[in-house]
T-cell receptor, first 111, second 116 residues
Framework: GENVEQHPSTLSVQEGDSAVIKCTYS??????FPWYKQELGKGSQLIID?????GEKKDQRIAVTLNKTAKHFSLHITETQPEDSAVYFC??????????FGAGTRLFVKA | NAGVTQTPKFQVLKTGQSMTLQCAQD?????MYWYRQDPGMGLRLIYY???????DKGEVPDGYNVSRLKKQNFLLGLESAAPSQTSVYFC???????????????FGEGSRLTVL
């Protein structure tokens, strides 16, 4: 079955710097790659997603890139702010009801 | 708009006890899901319900049962709790894409379960 690996597990950056989180997936049939943000004590929320027919997608300070050949995708956050501090999960799906999540990255943004 | 509501938020059980986690959504979503979150392992799908009255196994269904009698409710049951079921449980709902896939998942705030 699908396996999603996520790195790093913890990331600490200075406010204003960029943060990059990387994920790899194993199932070449995966075609949908969402990213979720989980703030302390809350449920996860979708922040951006990308489909396999697109190589890059951007939404203000957040961007996601996808390399289908290498089976990896990355989240880029620019101009980080303290409110970006959270746990971020990447995920992959083949289009069914089973979304496979990575282990998560805890991002700390130091003011 | 409440979104996805889970009860209880905290529960402590003894090994062998049973309990039910309740999930309710008010977004008229067709599909609902139960995940568990453990340190270093991310979110793992326990069971899902594509539509009212249907349920299917996810990645880690052993030791759990589910019920989806009403569109807005999805129940997760533990018949005989074990310490390995100590975890944070998240319910989610979605309106699946016409082209396939779950669509955006909307999560509840989680239920922390400890089994002693």
């Amino acid at each position: 079955g699908e396996n999603v690996e996520q790195h790093p597990s913890t990331l600490s950056v200075q406010e204003g710097d960029s943060a990059v989180i990387k994920c790899t997936y194993s199932d070449s049939a995966s075609n949908y790659f969402p990213w979720y943000k989980q703030e302390l004590g809350k449920g996860s929320q979708l922040i951006i997603d990308i489909r396999s027919n697109v190589g890059e997608k951007k939404d203000q300070r957040i961007a996601v890139t996808l390399n289908k050949t290498a089976k990896h995708f990355s989240l880029h956050i620019t101009e980080t702010q303290p409110e970006d501090s959270a746990v971020y999960f990447c995920a992959a799906s083949t289009g069914g009801f089973k979304t496979i999540f990575g282990a998560g990255t805890r991002l700390f943004v130091k003011a | 708009n409440a979104g996805v509501t889970q009860t209880p938020k905290f529960q402590v059980l003894k090994t062998g006890q049973s309990m039910t986690l309740q999930c309710a959504q008010d977004m008229n979503h067709n599909s609902m899901y139960w995940y568990r979150q453990d340190p270093g392992m991310g979110l793992r799908l326990i069971y899902y319900s594509a539509s009212e009255g249907t349920t299917d196994k996810g990645e880690v269904p052993d030791g759990y049962n589910v019920s989806r009698l009403k569109k807005q409710n999805f129940l997760l049951g533990l018949e005989s709790a074990a310490p390995s079921q100590t975890s944070v449980y998240f319910c989610a709902s979605s309106y699946p894409r016409v082209s396939g896939g779950t669509g955006e998942l909307f999560f509840g705030e989680g239920s922390r379960l400890t089994v002693l």
